[in-house]
């Protein structure tokens, strides 16, 4: 023990699993079995226990160090009183743990969680194992002791590392300084108003960001446009025939001549009279003569000079006459030696070469180097060798119908003979080089790849609608018992929503079609917020659309919790409120939570506002303290005994399944009976959300571009990835979570209460650009990218039978803003997901390869606004757009298509015009706003409150100072004590005995019990 406790403090993140497996003697006592979630915790009965094992806590002693960890060990003073063996090995995940009894029956049960039920088997061993081909990560495995005190594990070191605090300087810190070199820090401070250093930063990592999106885009357009450009001749090579057709003396009304097998458009050379006929002759005596050799060769009319190419023979049939053959033909034909001719004669080329295929090649025998085609037939059989020697005459022969450009390239010595092909050239290859050829099959092979995604993701879509949807949905048929409904808690965050907004939010959850007794409403009131045109703040709103039953009369004291924020911000209070939500005939209990904030802070705007991932975390955190036994804020022990109060009995560790809902969503009847069935009947799911439709999609023209993008982002995008059962992104807005799997005989594996989880989603210290975006815009998606993250082999599903209605923005300047937050967070989640090899699938067809794609298609989103302008202009120019077209089509097409597949509903086709309508927005206008403000960390327009909205209420003065201490962490047992009558709950025997108790005693947990300070405080932050 006192090696593991040196190791400690060395290490303490690692401390619990080496101590755990150096020692053979640490064991944990074992509670007897209680029945029902109502009783209460019994106390401890082992009294011999003289070892016990604290974990890591992490408190906030001071604003430098608030995401410290201490590590608290006591000695071990009689190991042989203990009767249980912890065993922990190295794991490759947090699901492979099982457990085995031994020396007992098979049916002896071990489970997890606070108040949760454990089977005393009188001094039989029960050993908690891992699986034995987890060697490559570690994991730590829990038992359902009330000794331990554990705040933070490490199970996952791919997540623990996320938010860890950055060295000052790395490659991605040097490399924005770098692209930013030319903007100084005097001229940002002067200019841009940026006097903190973080914010200085923050810019050059935006610039940098913007500049890798640049570079990517670039990549993607030379891929597609300029590979082909610079590897191939682009220039229409046409053949002899085609010539004679659009250039000869029948064809339209250019004219040309073909020189060396290089094509020049002489037509208005000679039509304008730019040509000079030498005395005796004219343009009119000459006319005919010049119309017949339209579209044919004329090279011996142009020899070449020897000496300029380098050639050093002459033909020997010709005696030296540089244009013997073309003059004793026809006296009319000039030779053109001097160099005004050669100039004007290339001045009218055109670009374009003979074409020979290779079929015309190998017949004819003529050869190619370096893609031009030379004959030399003609040399090979005339007795008068052209090169005046026998020795070129094998050579000529052995190129016949090849390629010689390796050949030739190889041989040394042959310069002399090669200088004088050029006199052979005849045209040119029509077809591609080996490197043009590689080109093709890069943007064939790209082209390939994303119509194949695109078609997948179309037939995806179509099988998950047609056949997998309902089934994973399927509700029994025979009516569960009590005991086998699964507890759900509803979670609804409040901010500056009206009334009429949040009323018909819960009307909507409580006419749902599930046990009003099995679920429960948490709603949350971010604060002291009066909403724009609204009469009320939120929480008066609240408090008067729900029947208080606890407390009957008055506020109830606020308690304090540990909040996101920065100073003294991270020490927040809220009102508890417990009791009924009635609608028609439906009565749900309903729990409201009222940050209020600190007596100091309730003097300010936005009093309690701490944003909505403090909000989520006030539920999750509780669960989670809840569920390992661990010591509970003032905050989170009311929340305790007030959901076990109005629920009668039943403890927040028993709920299974956390539902998360925004105050401004309607939910359908069937959805959350759909979403819990789809939970029962696989269990690997981990998380899931519905299908989100528009409330509002009529109310102006913003609205409507938005109903068929929000209808193929669900049925084309979240169908597909829920192939894979690894859907990116839950939205907040409708989704649910599992917040335990039950498994291994009966033992609880945490999911949303995953330590690693909230170590991650909790970290108050948010510094870079990077963790901005993820946790102050993106924080939806990024707590389902934790769950992927840490639970890789489970699954996240999209559930299209389980509908939800919201409202969306009706103005642009809201919808950018909007779209602004959503797109910088998908980017910075999908470079987190990317870097998960542990997801499912292999290569190509694996969701990490899905995600790549995904972050590909994101950043080069502005690159399709000009991929379909080079359709639109490259098809009116004649150029062969065929392969961007088709992909194009395809993504077009299929869109279409799943519309009629899918909604069977015409009407989506007119939506799907005006989104096509919108294209220009969506891909040009939004990505190009979002990428630049990517440094942006606020809401926007997009909630809009009464007064002057300065941000997320957490922003504090850093030099203000926290006292950790003012916040106190104490297990159930320890605030129980401090009640005296305490015990009385549990045997009231009526509804008005339980209020009563609630109204008289619950609020002397406050006052002088919670502001003592004793000498154990320290130990208990």
């Known amino acids: ?185 005097k001229l940002l401070t002067k200019t841009g108003k940026m006097e903190n250093p973080q914010i200085r930063q923050a810019w050059r990592e935006k610039v940098a960001l913007c500049f890798c999106i640049l570079l990517v885009s ?51 050379y000679f039509r304008l009279g730019f040509h000079r006929p030498i005395f005796p002759f004219t343009d009119d005596t000459l006319n005919g003569t010049i119309t017949s050799r339209y579209g044919k060769e004329i090279s011996d009319l142009f020899p070449l000079d020897n000496a300029a190419i380098g050639c050093a023979y002459q033909p020997v049939y010709n005696n030296g006459a540089l244009c013997a053959g073309a003059q004793i033909n026809n006296s009319q034909l000039h030779c053109h030696t001097s160099r005004k001719s050669i100039d004007t004669l290339e001045s009218v080329w055109n670009g374009n070469y003979v074409a020979y295929s290779w079929e015309d090649i190998l017949k004819n025998k003529y050869f190619v180097w370096n893609q031009k085609v030379y004959d030399v037939t003609e040399v090979l059989a005339n007795p008068n060798h052209w090169f005046n020697d026998n020795s070129t005459r094998p050579l000529l022969l052995s190129l016949l119908g090849t390629d010689a450009t390796m050949f030739l390239t190889q041989q040394k010595g042959l310069s002399s003979t090669t200088n004088c092909f050029e006199h052979f050239l005849i045209g040119e290859v029509d ?55 699964k507890y759900v808690v509803i979670l609804v965050p409040c901010y500056s929503e009206n009334e009429e907004s949040m009323r018909a939010t819960l009307d909507s959850l409580a006419a749902n079609d599930y046990s009003n007794e099995h679920k429960l409403f948490f709603v949350i009131s971010d604060g002291n917020i009066t909403g724009a045109g609204n009469d009320k703040s939120t929480p008066e709103i609240l408090k008067g659309i729900m029947e208080i039953k606890a407390p009957k009369i008055g506020d109830p004291e606020p308690k304090s919790y540990l909040a996101l924020g920065d100073g003294t911000k991270r020490h927040n209070m809220a009102q508890v409120y417990a009791g009924y939500y009635n609608y028609e005939d439906q009565q749900v209990p309903m729990i409201l939570v009222n940050k209020c904030g600190t007596p100091k802070e309730q003097e300010e705007p936005k009093a309690g506002n701490r944003g909505k991932r403090d909000t989520q975390l006030i539920l999750m955190q509780l669960i989670a303290h809840a569920f390992y036994n661990e010591k509970m804020s003032e905050l989170e022990f009311d929340l305790f005994e007030k959901i076990r109060f109005v629920t009668n009995g039943v403890t927040i560790d028993k709920y299974e399944l956390v539902t998360m809902v925004d105050a401004d969503t309607l939910v359908s009847r069937e959805a959350l009976k759909r979403m819990v069935a789809t939970m029962e009947n696989d269990p690997k799911v981990i998380g899931l959300c519905g299908e989100t439709k528009l409330l509002n999609r009529t109310q102006s023209w913003v609205t409507m571009i938005q109903i068929f993008e929000y209808y193929i982002s669900h049925h084309l995008g979240k169908t597909f990835e829920s192939v894979f059962g690894g859907v990116i992104c839950l939205p907040g ?29 909790s970290t108050n210290d948010v510094e870079t650009l990077h963790q901005k ?4 815009l993106g924080e939806d998606r990024y707590l389902t990218t934790l769950m992927l993250k840490t639970f890789p082999r489970r699954k996240t599903l999209y559930c299209s039978t389980a509908i939800c209605h919201t409202l969306v923005p009706d103005k642009f300047k809201v919808l950018l803003s909007q779209r602004r937050r959503w797109l910088n967070g998908t980017v910075h989640n999908l470079m987190e997901l990317v870097t998960v090899s542990q997801l499912p699938g292999k290569f190509c067809f694996s969701m990490q390869f899905v995600v790549f794609l995904e972050l590909f298609a994101t950043v080069t989103t502005p690159f399709a606004v000009l991929f379909l302008t080079y359709l639109v202009v490259g098809a009116a120019l004649g150029q062969s757009v065929a392969l961007p077209f088709i992909y194009f089509a395809v993504s077009l097409l299929l869109q279409a298509v799943l519309v009629m597949v899918t909604s069977h509903k015409p009407l989506y086709i007119v939506w799907f015009m005006v989104f096509i309508a919108a294209f220009p927005i969506w891909n040009l206008v939004v990505p190009l706003y979002a990428y630049w403000h990517f440094d942006d960390f606020s809401w926007g327009a997009t909630r809009k409150i009464d007064g002057t909205d300065t941000g997320h209420g957490g922003n ?16 159930w047992d320890e605030w129980r004590s401090e009640l005296p009558t305490y015990s009385s709950l549990s045997t009231a025997n009526s509804e008005t005995d339980k209020e009563s108790f609630i109204a008289e005693t619950f609020e002397k947990l406050t006052g002088e019990a919670y502001n003592k300070r004793d000498a154990n405080n320290d130990e208990n932050v």
Not at 235 to 246: A, F, G, R
Not at 460 to 477: H, Q
Not at 744 to 758: E, F, H, K, M
Not at 773 to 776: A, E, G, H, Q
Request: charged share 25%.
């Open 733 to 761: 807005c409708f989704c649910m979570y599992r917040v335990f799997a039950t498994k291994y005989d009966g033992l609880r594996v945490p999911i949303l209460a995953n330590p690693d989880i909230l170590k991650a989603y």
């Open 956 to 971: 504090g003065s850093s030099a203000d100072y926290f006292d950790p201490r003012v916040i106190k962490w104490k297990k």
């Open 218 to 268: 670039a990549a993607l357009g030379f891929f597609t446009f300029g590979l082909l450009q610079l590897s191939c001749n682009q220039q229409l090579n046409m053949y002899h025939q085609v010539i004679t057709d659009k250039f000869g003396a029948t064809g339209g009304n250019q004219r040309a001549m073909i020189v060396r097998g290089k094509i020049y458009n002489v037509g208005d």
């Open 431 to 485: 077809g591609r080089g080996v490197g043009c050829s590689i080109a093709n099959l890069i943007v064939i092979f790209l082209t390939s790849i994303f119509t194949v995604v695109t078609s997948i993701k179309f037939l995806s879509a179509a099988i998950y609608e047609w056949f997998i949807t309902e089934k994973i949905s399927k509700v029994l048929a025979k009516p569960k018992s009590k005991e086998e409904i």
């Open 1 to 185: 023990m006192s090696q593991n406790k040196e190791q400690a403090e060395k290490d303490p993140k690692d401390a619990s699993v080496s101590s755990s497996s150096a020692s053979s003697s640490i064991t944990l006592p074992i509670q007897k079995q209680r029945q029902t979630g109502a009783e209460f915790p019994a106390e401890e009965t082992n009294e011999k226990i003289t070892s016990k094992l604290a974990y890591e806590i992490e408190n906030t002693q001071t604003e430098k160090n608030n995401n410290r960890h201490i590590l608290i060990e006591e000695k071990s003073k009689n190991e042989t009183m203990f009767n249980e063996k912890v065993s922990a090995e190295n794991s490759r995940s947090n699901d492979n743990i099982m457990v085995q009894i031994t020396g007992t029956s098979s049916d002896a049960r071990v489970s997890k969680g606070f108040m949760a039920p454990i089977e005393d088997h009188k001094g039989k061993r029960v050993s908690l194992v891992p699986r034995r081909n987890g060697a490559k990560r570690r994991s730590q495995y829990y038992s359902a002791d009330s000794t331990h005190n554990l705040r933070r594990f490490s199970t996952a070191p791919h997540v623990r590392q996320d938010m860890a605090p950055r060295q000052k300087y790395t490659p991605w810190v040097l490399f924005s300084k770098l692209v930013t070199l030319f903007i100084s820090d």
């Open 773 to 776: 975006n993820l946790l102050l």
